[in-house]
């Protein structure tokens, strides 16, 4: 089962590049389908930065918004547009390190089966201790409300089956409520630490006061969702055909954010 690569990025020059040469040394050419990196919209030079990178690594493509949308858009735009039936994501200013990628993969279930998520879990985190401390508070809220287990959805390597994911619902901010809405769709989720390295570049996209104000109004319409969303097991699925019906290739549709 190959990967996809889906990496967003908003004005990470000085981190983008190097990100990629890293993903593209610690996967095998057998898993690395390719590398997505999603512009969001960027002003600075990180576009150049990933272009640049073209003749090195074939199977790096770059995708940009024609509008900033935000980081799960971009995340989404990844996946609708990847190749391969497994997706990692990584976040692009360089905190989340490639070579967690491969100890993820293997716990990921094989295609069709479970875990359908392996979430990163930041063992000995790199920031300040404001953003530590208001990550844990959020992490604590979050599961009292949603009960789902995270002890960290905000950390930004993750793997999962492409397929899973785009069942899910699509909203601004849902990269945060992976792992709820996962279990919300009946699928199996595990937690794997990976290491957690400094910003070298560039500054965060985001301040506490924001983020908190963001996810409590997200909490409550993430709570409400789940209360509301049923999805039955399948108990029998027959046919009187004498052979399986033919799968036809699915559509491809215009990415919109």
């Given amino acids: 089962m190959r990967l996809s690569v889906v990496i967003p990025a908003f004005n990470e020059e000085g981190n983008i590049g190097r990100l990629i040469e890293e993903t593209f040394a610690a996967v095998p050419d057998s898993v690395l389908g390719e590398v997505i990196a999603v512009d969001d919209g960027s002003d600075d030079e990180t576009a150049g930065e990933i272009k640049g990178l073209f003749a090195t690594y074939p199977g790096l493509r770059y995708v940009r918004h024609g509008r900033r949308a935000g980081q799960s858009a971009a995340l989404r735009t990844g996946v609708v547009l990847a190749r391969f039936p497994a997706i990692a994501t990584m976040d692009g200013d360089g905190q989340n390190d490639p070579k967690d990628i491969m100890r993820l993969y293997g716990r990921l279930g094989a295609l069709g089966q479970e875990p359908a998520l392996v979430g990163g879990l930041r063992a000995a985190r790199k920031d300040t201790g404001s953003k530590k401390f208001a990550s844990r508070f959020a992490n604590w809220l979050r599961d009292t409300v949603l009960d789902d287990g995270c002890p960290d959805t905000g950390c930004g390597i993750k793997l999962y089956h492409r397929d899973a994911y785009l069942e899910l619902p699509y909203f601004t901010s849902m990269h945060r409520y992976l792992p709820a809405f996962f279990l919300t769709y009946g699928h199996d989720v595990v937690y794997e630490p990976v290491n957690d390295r400094p910003r070298l570049s560039g500054a965060s996209k985001y301040t506490n006061l924001g983020r908190a104000l963001i996810g409590l109004y997200d909490l409550v319409g993430v709570s409400w ?33």
């Fill in 225 to 257: 969702l789940r209360k509301r969303t049923h999805i039955p097991p399948v108990a029998e699925d027959a046919t009187g055909a004498k052979t399986a019906p033919k799968v036809e290739a699915a559509a491809v549709h215009e990415v919109q954010v």
